[in-house]
């Protein structure tokens, strides 16, 4: 009998186990990526913005490769952000201007079908002036 509510007990734990869930959640979503799917790898770099450090690996991992992509200049700011901030990777300021400077050109070649704002060029202009600066890159 005891055995039994043992078990029973160990089944309640796991049902409510909610971060376990999300684990599991998460690593079908990579497998899904790995194997092709858009919609998982959005959703798993997405996981920057919505989760805490536990996941900025995984985010940083699938954001980089959909930055990679050419695409979306909305991610490759986001690469840009976690590069600058060591989110996910090692602080990397030559590669957060890289990725500062490719989202920018992205936006500029969309035009009005650039998903990112005037606020958010004129952000990562600045953002690509003080790296420069800072990197010695300066073009003045």
């Known amino acids: 009998m005891a055995w039994e509510w ?4 160990e089944r309640v734990k796991r049902f409510f186990d909610f971060a376990a869930r999300r684990r599991e959640l998460y690593r079908q979503w990579d497998r899904e990526a790995d194997n092709g799917d858009e919609e998982a790898r959005y959703k798993l770099l997405m996981l920057y913005q919505d989760e805490g450090e536990e996941y900025y690996p995984l985010a940083f991992k699938w954001t980089v490769a959909v ?4 695409a979306d200049c909305g991610v ?5 952000e976690m590069y600058a901030a060591g989110h996910g990777v090692p602080p990397d300021d030559e590669k957060a201007l890289l990725w500062f400077e490719r989202a920018l050109s992205l936006h500029i070649l969309q035009g ?3 998903p990112l704002s005037v606020e958010a060029a004129n952000y990562i202009q600045e953002r690509i002036q003080e790296l420069r600066a800072k990197l010695g890159k300066d073009m003045r």
Do not use: E, T
């Open 6 to 9: 043992a078990s029973f007990w």
């Open 67 to 70: 930055a990679n992509a050419g």
């Open 76 to 80: 490759m700011l986001q690469a840009a």
């Open 112 to 114: 009005k079908q650039s």
